[in-house]
């Protein structure tokens, strides 16, 4: 069992940077791949960004390429998603969620891959 809990949401203005991280229970965490996803009301859940196991592969939506970039610190079993240049429609709730799975990216952005997820933090960008 993996609990996942958010942090670093919050109120910024467009421009801005955020650091979002993800703290992972338990003692297996490098078995993991973790990936960050995000939500608008009425929307479908997007994937955003995932990173293999320890580190050595990452892969990202075009939406968020060359601005988001994700990472973890497996001594800290903690998955981080550093979010640069924010704008007003990358306003979501950000969730990580963590799978064994790893395969191409259009197997990890399938939200059915994922048997952990966290409860989510608000992510608000101003105009």
């Known amino acids: 069992q993996v609990h996942l809990v958010e942090s670093g949401g919050g109120l910024v203005q467009a421009g801005a940077s955020l650091r979002l991280s993800c703290a992972a229970s338990?003692?297996?965490?490098?078995?993991?791949?973790m990936s960050w996803f995000r939500q608008t009301p009425g929307k479908e859940r997007e994937f955003l960004a995932t990173i293999s196991g320890y580190s050595l592969s990452t892969a990202y939506a075009d939406s968020v390429k060359g601005r988001f970039t994700i990472s973890r610190d497996n001594a800290k079993n903690t998955v981080y998603l550093q979010m640069n240049s924010l704008t007003p429609s990358d306003t979501a709730v950000y969730y990580c969620?963590?799978?064994?799975?790893?395969?191409?990216?259009?197997?990890?952005?399938?939200?059915?891959?994922?048997?952990?997820w966290g409860q989510g933090t608000q992510v608000t960008v101003s105009s």
């Open positions: 338990g003692r297996t965490f490098n078995s993991y791949a």
């Open positions: 969620a963590a799978t064994n799975t790893w395969g191409s990216i259009g197997t990890m952005l399938r939200q059915y891959v994922y048997t952990y």
